[in-house]
């Protein structure tokens, strides 16, 4: 690694060097890959890529696709190409889209999950595809096939249906191009892409041949409207794209690999699709002798208005001891800083070149870190390096940028038991490119609530469900990462009411028989989005009649037995009182209605059989049935037959007795009945 001397190129500024990061070397071998020709795609924290196996002409495997982490650990083979209608040596990008991964092999279209299982060709074309762009359930394209076997542009469903070509190039009569660069740009219903050749310019090979100078182009969704945007001609503005565009605002964003002005190694541009206005922006190469890169083959990638790319390095003019460049541009000044060079080694494998070499493809961007690959250099069993999978620490030397930590709740005031969602938002202050990595800490007062890590947006969510009744001041805390500076959000006030409650009442039997013992039951529940138990006690009324108050057990039921309800209806309420936490509330009426209870009468003889003037007497038992309790009162009439014998009060014991000396001799059906209650 070298720091860079200041370019003399208008718009060009100097900045301390980034730290750079191996990943992973690329060791060549037909299951680790090596040699990757596109960029890597980011999903939360892991990285998925593809290896093309070539380089120099020479290819050592046909290509994989993995995955790794960003920090480094967890590399995976997902898929080792077989070759033939498998597919082989992949020279672009992988496209994510939910759990799926899509891209392109030099034969095929294919879908593969990003925990590696369903490996699925979708199409084969039987010619090399760039990389691929997903909108909603569709796929858009370009290869190099057709029927004039310049490239042509295509859409297809993401189940390999309704695959359908929506421009085969046909420069030499049109002039629209050929040979499309790496992928389309969608916006609304319009594609936007570039050519490596073609169109009208007349820039040649090394060979002497006319090939074009490339083109930007646009074209709808449906295949209609192809319209060239603009003709490079190989002076100011460039020649020969591999990349693709990127949008900020209305203005697309690119580069070309070639120019023949100053620096002649390429170029950054933009063009402005609502004036239609092409404005190169800075040209790469050596100048008046200081050097920012040379020969882009990759694309740009966004953040605010700051623009990141890389440069190969294979600059043909001199300036060999540096195999590639990473550089910011910011969009709204037209500068560029130059963040680090790829030093490159004098032997032939490459060796020494540990930090890779000639890198391609574009960054990917979280936080204050850029990750991308180079497809030489970093060792493996390689003619010039197998590659490497990098990372860059933007900017350590200069300090960290300044954050800014906004707090939101999802409901203030809430109530006892309440889900509330606190979220720390965390932006670089005043706008500045990047996103802040690592966690928040929430805070009620000095009190540590949790903490909770940023989210690929900087965003940190903390849910809880156990604040006390009462106000609390909450804030958010950033401690930083190696980019940005810590800061903490302005207080909150959240307001934690006493949840409402709601009390059911509910009775063991009715209706119920008298002297029948009633479990009357009250569910106290959290109402109005509170959660928890309530605590307490609850009275049980019987109109404004106090029956009695029980306490509310750990799954906030209360419960009272009643045995002494007199007969009639009875208007149950249950009242609870509320806690710390929970306010009072009363239940609805239920009617409890209590009815007379059966009985069962049973009679028994002193004697029997007696014998004639012999005194006998008949004792009768009356007892409640089904359920009843208590002792009966009242009369007892005793009968022989219809006859009425005599009549007795029940005693206390619910017994009554009746003596007589004057049955005749024969028999007699003699029964007991309660008369009078």
Known sequence: ??????????????????????????????????????????????????????????????????????????????????????????????????????????????????????????????????????????????????????????????????????????????????????????????????????????????????????????????????????????????????????????????????????????????????????????????????????????????????????????????????????????????????????ACSSSPNWPGTTDGAWPRGSLALTGSRLYGMTENGGGGDCRQGCGTVFSLLLNPLLGSSASSTVLTTSVNPSVSGQSVNFTATVRPAGGGPGTPTGGATFRDGSTSLGTATLDSSGAANLILSTLTTGTHSITAVYGGDPGFAASTSTTMTQVVNRSATSTAPASSVNPSVSGQTVTFTATVRPAGGGSGTPTGNVVFRDGSVSLGSAVLNTSGVANLVIPTLTTGSHSITAGYGGDTNFTASTSGIVTQVVTRSATGTALTSSVNPSASGQSVTFTATVRPARGGSGTPTGTVAFRDGSTVLGRSTLDGSGSATFTTSTLAVGSHSITAGITAR
């Open 1 to 342: 690694m070298k720091i860079m001397a200041e370019q003399v190129h208008p718009g060009y500024a100097s900045a301390a060097q980034a730290v750079e990061s191996i990943l992973y070397h690329f060791g060549g071998t037909a299951t680790d890959g090596g040699n990757p020709h596109g960029s890597l795609t980011l999903s939360g924290s892991t990285l998925y890529g593809m290896t093309n196996g070539c380089s120099g002409g020479e290819c050592y495997s046909k290509g994989t696709i993995f995955q790794i982490n960003t920090n480094g650990s967890g590399y995976k083979v997902l898929h080792a190409f077989g070759g033939g209608t498998d597919g082989n040596n992949p020279r672009g990008s992988l496209a994510l889209s939910g759990a799926s991964l899509y891209g392109m092999t030099s034969a095929t279209i294919f879908r593969i999950n990003t925990d590696g299982t369903g490996y699925k060709v979708l199409r084969y074309t039987g010619v090399a595809g760039n990389s691929l762009i997903v909108s909603g359930s569709t796929l858009y394209g370009t290869d190099f096939g057709g029927p004039f076997g310049q490239g042509r542009i295509f859409r297809m469903n993401t189940d390999g249906s309704g695959y359908v070509v929506l421009r085969a190039f046909n420069n030499p009569i049109d002039n629209d191009g050929w040979y499309p660069a790496d992928s389309l740009t969608l916006s609304g219903s319009t594609l936007y892409g570039m050519s490596v050749y073609g169109g009208s310019g007349s820039c040649s090979d090394g060979g002497g041949n006319t090939v074009g100078c490339g083109t930007i182009f646009q074209i709808s969704t449906d295949g209609k409207g192809y319209k060239v945007l603009h003709n490079f001609t190989g002076y100011a503005d460039g020649y020969w794209p591999y990349g693709s565009l990127r949008f900020f605002g209305s203005t697309l964003y690119g580069m070309t690999s070639r120019s023949d002005s100053l620096g002649g190694a390429g170029t950054l541009f933009s063009f402005d699709t609502a004036a239609s206005e092409f404005t190169p922006l800075h040209n790469f190469g050596p100048g008046s002798g200081s050097y920012d890169g040379s020969m882009p083959y990759g694309s740009l990638t966004l953040s605010g208005s700051t623009l990141y790319g890389m440069t190969s390095g294979s600059d043909p003019d001199g300036f060999p001891d540096s195999c590639g460049t990473i550089f910011s541009f910011d969009a709204a000044s037209n500068k560029l800083t130059l963040l680090y060079s790829f």
